[in-house]
């Protein structure tokens, strides 16, 4: 995972554990405990990292370290906790000449915060509204925005979609 700073770590982590998240909701015919499969996942990482870190390759350890990093801020508090524990091994295991080659923006992973930036839109309906806020990482590192969007139940106002039916598609 070779990125410059919080947020690219944030997107590459993101985009990576997305697609294995499809790939095990599309796989399985039953359903998938998401917190376990967090869990065990940033264990894995630990574990392969730990391997990587006694094996051949000095720097083999990095991706599944970074990984980790990546996890202590996308979960829920008590994910983000359990990717902590898992990386607090990690650390621990590093020699100190590799440890000191990590760059200093990694330990802002979880630190993330929000700016108080705010700005709510609303389509022509008012039935759907979205707000973007502003977070960046301490010291204004990586700013950046994200998108919140809620739908209602509430009816169109009259003049809008006759059939009842949901109103869906471009412009909507």
């Given at each position: ?23 095990r ?13 967090f869990?065990?996942?940033?264990e ?5 990292a730990?391997?990587?870190?006694t ?11 970074r ?21 607090a ?5 590093l ?9 200093p923006?990694?330990r ?6 929000a700016?108080g ?13 979205a ?42």
């Amino acid at each position: 995972m070779p990125t410059r700073g919080p947020r690219e770590l944030d997107d590459v982590a993101a985009q990576l554990l997305g697609a294995e998240l499809h790939y095990r909701l599309h796989a399985h015919a039953s359903g998938l405990w998401f917190d376990w499969w967090f869990t065990d996942l940033a264990e894995a990482a630990m574990i392969r990292a730990g391997a990587a870190i006694t094996g051949s390759d000095r720097n083999g350890w990095q991706p599944y370290g970074r990984l980790l990093h990546a996890m202590t801020g996308l979960g829920s508090p008590a994910l983000a906790q359990a990717a902590h524990t898992w990386l607090a091994r990690v650390v621990k295991a590093l020699p100190r000449d590799l440890a000191a080659t990590q760059p200093p923006w990694l330990r802002l992973q979880s630190k993330i915060t929000a700016t108080g930036q705010l700005w709510q839109l609303r389509d022509g309906y008012g039935g759907r509204i979205a707000v973007v806020a502003g977070f960046a990482y301490p010291d204004g590192i990586d700013p950046s925005v994200f998108l919140f969007t809620t739908t209602s139940s509430k009816q169109p106002p009259r003049g809008g979609h006759r059939s009842g039916r949901p109103l869906t598609g471009p412009g909507r």
